[in-house]
C-alpha cells in the first residue's frame, strides 16, 4: 500500500481544514488506518484511526469533537475534518496503515503498529 497525504495549508484559528489520504493497492479496504502528526521538536502524537468498515473510529482527547475522521473505501481515500482549529494544531499531518486489526484499541494510537506511511502534509494555524 502507498499512502499520499494531500489537503495541509495556512489557515487562521478558529478555522477548518480537511486532509486526504490517498491509497493505492488493492487491499485498502481491509486496512485500519490512522492519522498522527508531528510538530517540530515533537516526537509523533496520534490524532486519529478508523477501523476497515468505518465501524469503529478511535480519537486523541484533545481532538474529539473538534476532528472527524472517514473513510471511502470504493475511492481508497481517507479523510480527516478538522474544525476549530489551534495554534497548537500546527504540525505534519501524516496518514498511515495497518492490514490487521487489534483487539485492543489502544495499539492504533502507536505509530509503531502502522505499517506504511504517507508522505505527510503541513498544516499551519496562525493565531
Do not use: H
Not at 481491509?30 to 516526537?43: D, I, L, N, S, V
Not at 476497515?52 to 475522521?69: H, L, V
Request: aromatic share 14%; glycine share 10%; proline share 4%.
Amino acid at each position: 500500500v502507498q499512502l499520499q497525504a494531500s489537503g495541509g495549508g495556512l489557515v487562521q484559528a478558529g478555522g477548518s481544514l480537511n486532509l486526504s489520504c490517498a491509497a493505492s493497492g488493492r487491499t485498502f479496504s481491509t486496512y485500519t488506518m490512522g492519522w498522527f502528526r508531528q510538530a517540530p521538536g515533537k516526537e509523533r502524537e496520534f490524532v486519529a484511526a478508523i477501523s476497515w468498515s468505518s465501524g469503529s473510529t478511535y480519537y486523541a482527547d484533545s481532538m474529539k469533537g473538534r476532528f472527524s475522521i472517514s473513510r471511502d473505501n470504493a475511492k481508497k481515500t481517507m479523510y480527516l475534518q478538522m474544525t476549530s482549529l489551534k495554534p497548537e494544531d500546527t504540525a505534519v499531518y501524516y496518514c498511515a496503515a495497518v492490514p490487521f486489526p487489534y483487539s485492543n484499541s489502544d495499539y492504533y494510537t502507536r505509530p509503531r503498529t502502522y505499517n506504511y506511511w504517507g508522505q505527510g502534509t503541513l498544516v499551519t494555524v496562525s493565531s
